[in-house]
């Protein structure tokens, strides 16, 4: 049984840093991209940030360039997302998802296992 359990969410001001984890069991990890993900209230969900098998290979959404850092630790079977420079507008529930694919997709139809999400509050 697959399983994705993210970590590290809470309350921050504006300005500050947060580092999500996603540990995951019950799958060859290093043969899974992964992606992080967010939904704020009364929004559709969003791709932040994924990474390949390569963990060269990444993608970043517009939104959070230059202040998101995605990456991975196929020895802990742990991806990271470290949040620098947070905003109020990054405040939402934060996903990690699994996908078959060799490399970083932004397609959340390519993932086929999720985690239940950790919340991350920003405040101004």
């Known amino acids: 049984q697959v399983q994705l359990v993210e970590s590290g969410g809470g309350l921050v001001q504006a300005g500050g840093s947060l580092r999500l984890s996603c540990a995951a069991s019950g799958l060859t990890f290093s043969k899974y991209a992964l992606g992080w993900f967010r939904q704020a209230p009364g929004e559709e969900r969003e791709t932040v940030s994924a990474?390949?098998?390569?963990?060269?290979?990444?993608y970043v959404a517009d939104s959070v360039k230059g202040r998101f850092t995605i990456s991975r630790d196929n020895a802990k079977n742990t991806v990271f997302l470290q949040m620098n420079s947070l905003k109020p507008e990054d405040t939402a529930v934060y996903y990690c998802?699994?996908?078959?694919?060799?490399?970083?997709?932004?397609?959340?139809?390519?993932?086929?296992?999720w985690g239940q999400g950790t919340q991350v509050t920003v405040s101004s």
């Open positions: 990474i390949g098998w390569n963990p060269m290979n990444t």
């Open positions: 998802a699994a996908s078959t694919n060799i490399l970083a997709t932004r397609w959340q139809n390519d993932y086929q296992y």
